[in-house]
């Protein structure tokens, strides 16, 4: 018990990974990533809906092992970044959390991909392209599509940009497209924002806030289509949507 006990501590407080580029920690660390964290960071620490992609050299709480320790293990406050749980609700051991933090290291991308010119993919966002017709940056912008401040760093470039090509692929949760159709026959359509057995509140096109009983409604449906159009390349060419990457990129950096 002393012997885990010392193990326990020297692995706590080591500045670097004291199982740094050893294949057997690698591979369990891949296996810990999956049960415990793949769920919001994805397969392969790509990034997901809820967590950052995790393969790019620098992170948002600290790049140093032992600031991605840190980050596992007590969790980040204000976020949806948990102190670190296994699958089953036990604590992950430190040795644990060094074996992910080396499996991590296995993935990072020693040079990013390249993105684009992000004064003009701002230029674009606020203007053309009208993205922020319905999303928000750094507090300005519309409110109907997912605030996209930390996009640049919780997504990898490859998810963003089928995002925009292919919005319906993979809907952010709480962005399901709604209709509804009025005792008056007035059709609205929008996101839900509350709902329960009796009400429905929901934000229209418009972003005009509207509450309904439900039993004074003709009709309610969702759909799996976004509400936000497929910008191809007709639309968006490629290198003006690197352009857009770009200016999320930098402004998720801040």
């Known amino acids: 018990m002393l012997v885990s006990l010392a193990l326990t501590l020297t692995l706590q407080a080591q500045e670097r990974n004291p199982l740094a580029n050893d ?10 990533f999956r049960i415990n964290c793949s769920f919001c960071h994805g397969i392969g620490a790509r990034g997901g809906g809820r967590g950052p992609d995790l393969t790019r050299v620098h992170k948002k709480h600290g790049t140093a092992d032992a600031d991605m320790f840190r980050t596992i293990h007590d969790g980040v406050s204000g976020t949806d970044m948990p102190a670190a749980m ?38 674009l966002f606020d203007g053309a392209a009208n993205c922020s017709k319905c999303h928000m940056v750094e507090g300005k912008g519309g409110r109907l599509g997912p605030d996209l401040t930390s996009t640049g760093s919780s997504r990898s470039i490859q998810s963003i940009v089928e995002s925009v090509r292919d ?15 009025t005792a008056d026959g007035q059709e609205l359509k929008g996101i839900v924002l509350n709902e329960d057995i009796f009400s429905l509140q929901m934000m229209d096109t418009g972003e005009r806030i509207r509450l309904f009983e439900k039993d004074r409604l003709r009709s309610v449906s969702k759909s799996p289509v ?6 191809n390349t007709t639309l968006l060419s490629d290198q003006d949507l690197q352009d857009i990457i770009g200016y999320l990129v930098a402004v998720s950096a801040k």
Do not use: F
């Open 23 to 32: 294949p057997a920690a690698v591979k369990a660390g891949e296996s810990e």
């Open 86 to 123: 296994g699958s089953i609700g036990v604590e992950m051991k430190d040795q644990e959390i060094w074996q992910v933090i080396a499996y991590l290291r296995s993935v990072q991308v020693k040079t990013p991909p390249p993105t684009g010119d992000a004064a003009h993919g701002k230029a």
């Open 167 to 181: 919005p319906s692929r993979e809907l952010v949760p709480g962005y399901q497209t709604i209709t509804v159709v």
């Open 226 to 231: 976004s509400l936000m159009p497929p910008y």
